[in-house]
Every structure is written in C-alpha cells, then in structure tokens.
C-alpha cells in the first residue's frame, strides 16, 4: 500500500494491509495495522506488525516457521529535508524514516521492521542438536555411525588449563 501524504485527511487514517514479502531467500506473510496521523509534512505511523517467516535453522539448516510481532512507531519527513552527513545515529533517529514524491511505502515499512527484528541465530527449535561435522546427518531425525573423536584442540587446551589451575590451588 502507497500512503499519499498530500491527500491524507487532517485527523488521520487507519491503514490496514495483508501482504507477502519476499528478500535473499526469506518469505513471509504479514499483517500490518497502523495508524497515520499528519503533523505538517511529517507523518507519524504507529501500529503493528505480524508476520510468519520461513527461516532455516542455524543449527541444522532445516526449514521452519516463526511468527513475529513487531511494534511500528516510524515518524517519517520528507526526503528533502535530508542532508548528506556522516555521523552516528542516534536513539531517537532509529524510528526516523523519509519518503519521497510525496509516497510513503507500507511494504518497505514492513519489510525493514521485519529485517530489524529476525532473529541473528534462528533455531528450529531450543534444543536443535544440528548436523554432524563428518556426515552431514541432521541429528535431530537421525544419528549417525561417525567414530566420536575427543574434542577439539580448544576444548583440549581449556581441559589443560583448568586441570592445571586446580592443581595449583
């Protein structure tokens, strides 16, 4: 949905819209609810975000389905308003956006929420055991027959050192 700004009416509108998004290889289904209200040229919008995301687990690569619930409080300027700096952003500046040829996109909008918010380590599930290192078997529908080797060289070193420090005191 296209949010015009010059023909919004002065007390607001409600914006309501089913759609599906798709980026990389992420998809989803998401329902977004808002209001917008217009102070000026600015346009605050204010609702929320619901979707389902197929994502592959982190772990074992299987793909699965996570619903998210994303608060949306954007206060949108006009591009022209914009100037070329480089800085830090700050806090407040995070829930800034900008629009331009008088266009305020919802499903741009929906797409950077839901990009802001999927999470960095997506897990099928908590206890997701993965796949073996050798075999590529997804531990959780199958074992494998792989020789268990003794733990990697780190873990070796930090067994070391704490049987170390234990025995010094």
Avoid at 3 to 21: A, H, T, Y
Avoid at 80 to 87: A, P, V
Avoid at 129 to 155: E, H
Wanted: proline residues 4%; contains cysteine; hydrophobic residues 35%.
């Amino acid at each position: 949905m296209r949010i015009k700004v010059s023909e919004m009416p002065q007390e607001g509108l409600d914006v309501r819209e089913e759609m599906s998004l798709e980026w990389d290889d992420l998809q989803a289904r998401a329902s977004f609810e808002a209001r917008a209200e217009k102070v000026g040229q600015e346009v605050l919008l204010k609702g929320v975000l619901e979707a389902s995301v197929e994502l592959a687990c982190s772990r074992c690569l299987g793909r699965f389905r996570q619903d998210l619930r994303v608060p949306v409080d954007v206060f949108y300027h006009p591009a022209e308003t914009l100037k070329e700096e480089t800085r830090e952003l700050g806090t407040e500046e995070m829930s800034t956006g900008f629009y331009q040829e008088d266009e305020i996109d919802t499903a741009v909008l929906a797409r950077e929420q839901l990009m802001l918010n999927l999470p960095m380590k997506p897990l099928c599930r908590a206890d997701c055991k993965g796949i073996c290192p050798r075999c590529g078997a997804n531990l959780n529908i199958q074992s494998c027959q792989c020789p268990v080797k003794g733990g990697s060289a780190l873990q070796g070193a930090l067994e070391k050192f704490l049987k170390e420090r234990k025995q010094n005191g």
